[in-house]
C-alpha cells in the first residue's frame, strides 16, 4: 500500500514538472512570435512622405508603359497598312541593281561552283585558274552579298595558297646514268617505268635511249594523273624473272 502511495506521488511530481515546462516553452514562443510580428510592423511601416513617393514613382512607370504601348501600336497599325513585297520581287530588284536577271545569277553561281572546284582540286594550269576568278571579280553579279566574299576572298585565298609545282625540271646527266635510273630518282618520278616520258620529251638529244652521255640537259616534264596511274600499275604489276 505504501509502494502504490510512493508511485503515485511520483508520477505526479513528474506530471507537474512536465507542466510548467510545456507552459513555459508555449510562452517563450508566443514572446518570439509577438516579437518577430512587432519587428515585421516597424519594417513594413512607412511614413505619409514615403507612401507618397512611392506611388508617384508608380504613376510615373505606368504612364511611361502606357506611352510605350501607344507607340508600339501605331508602329503596328503602319505596318498593317505597309504593303510588303514577295522575296522573289525583293531578289529581282536586287539583281537589276547589278544589271543582271535571274537567268544571269543562276549561270553565274554554276560558274563559281565549277571553278572553286577545280581551285580546290588544283587543275592547273594555276595561272589559268587565274584568269577565270579575275573573269568572275569583272563581273558585277559578283557585288552581290551570295558571291562577293566567295569570289574576292576565299577563292582568291585559296589560289594564293595554291603552290604549284614547276611542269618542266631540267637534268644534267652524270657517269653512270640510264633513263631507268633517272625516272627512279624520288625528285623526279620515284618510278623506273615511267622512262618512256624522258625519252619522249628529248627526241631531239636522244638517238637510243639506252645510250645517254655525260653533260647532256634533258628536260624532266611532270607527270598527268594518267601517266601516274599507268606507271604505278606497270610497276605493281611487274614480276622480276627468274634466276637460272
Known amino acids: 500500500m505504501k509502494l502504490n502511495n510512493f508511485l503515485v506521488a511520483v508520477l505526479s511530481l513528474l506530471l507537474f514538472f512536465s507542466v510548467n515546462i510545456i507552459a513555459?516553452?508555449?510562452?517563450?514562443?508566443?514572446e518570439q512570435t509577438e516579437e518577430q510580428m512587432e519587428e515585421a510592423e516597424e519594417e513594413v511601416e512607412m511614413t505619409e512622405e514615403?507612401?507618397?513617393?512611392?506611388?508617384?514613382?508608380?504613376?510615373?512607370?505606368?504612364?511611361?508603359?502606357?506611352?510605350?504601348?501607344t507607340t508600339l501600336r501605331e508602329d503596328v497599325d503602319k505596318l498593317k497598312g505597309t504593303q510588303l513585297q514577295s522575296f522573289e520581287d525583293c531578289m529581282n530588284e536586287l539583281y537589276s541593281m547589278v544589271g543582271a536577271t535571274k537567268s544571269d545569277v543562276d549561270n553565274f553561281r554554276n560558274a563559281v561552283s565549277e571553278l572553286?572546284?577545280?581551285?580546290?582540286?588544283k587543275e592547273g594550269p594555276k595561272a589559268d585558274r587565274q584568269k577565270d576568278l579575275d573573269a568572275l571579280k569583272m563581273n558585277k553579279i559578283s557585288a552581290l552579298p551570295e558571291f562577293f566574299d566567295k569570289v574576292h576572298t576565299q577563292m582568291q585565298g585559296?589560289?594564293?595558297?595554291?603552290?604549284?609545282a614547276p611542269t618542266a625540271i631540267e637534268y644534267t646527266v652524270v657517269k653512270?646514268?640510264?633513263?631507268?635510273?633517272?625516272?627512279?630518282?624520288?625528285?623526279?618520278?620515284?618510278?623506273?617505268?615511267?622512262?618512256?616520258?624522258?625519252?619522249?620529251?628529248?627526241?631531239?638529244?636522244?638517238?637510243?635511249?639506252?645510250?645517254?652521255?655525260?653533260q647532256q640537259v634533258f628536260t624532266?616534264?611532270?607527270?598527268?594523273?594518267?601517266?601516274?596511274?599507268?606507271y604505278e600499275k606497270a610497276r605493281a604489276n611487274y614480276k622480276p624473272a627468274p634466276v637460272q
Open 116 to 121: 572553286d572546284g577545280k581551285i580546290r582540286r
Open 24 to 30: 513555459q516553452e508555449e510562452e517563450q514562443v508566443e
Open 176 to 214: 653512270g646514268d640510264h633513263l631507268w635510273g633517272i625516272a627512279r630518282q624520288p625528285q623526279h618520278y620515284g618510278n623506273g617505268f615511267a622512262w618512256p616520258v624522258i625519252y619522249r620529251a628529248n627526241r631531239d638529244k636522244i638517238k637510243d635511249p639506252d645510250l645517254i652521255y655525260p
Open 220 to 230: 624532266v616534264p611532270q607527270l598527268s594523273e594518267e601517266e601516274k596511274e599507268k
Open 158 to 164: 585559296a589560289l594564293d595558297a595554291w603552290v604549284e
Open 50 to 69: 514615403e507612401w507618397e513617393a512611392e506611388m508617384a514613382s508608380l504613376r510615373s512607370q505606368q504612364e511611361s508603359l502606357n506611352a510605350e504601348v
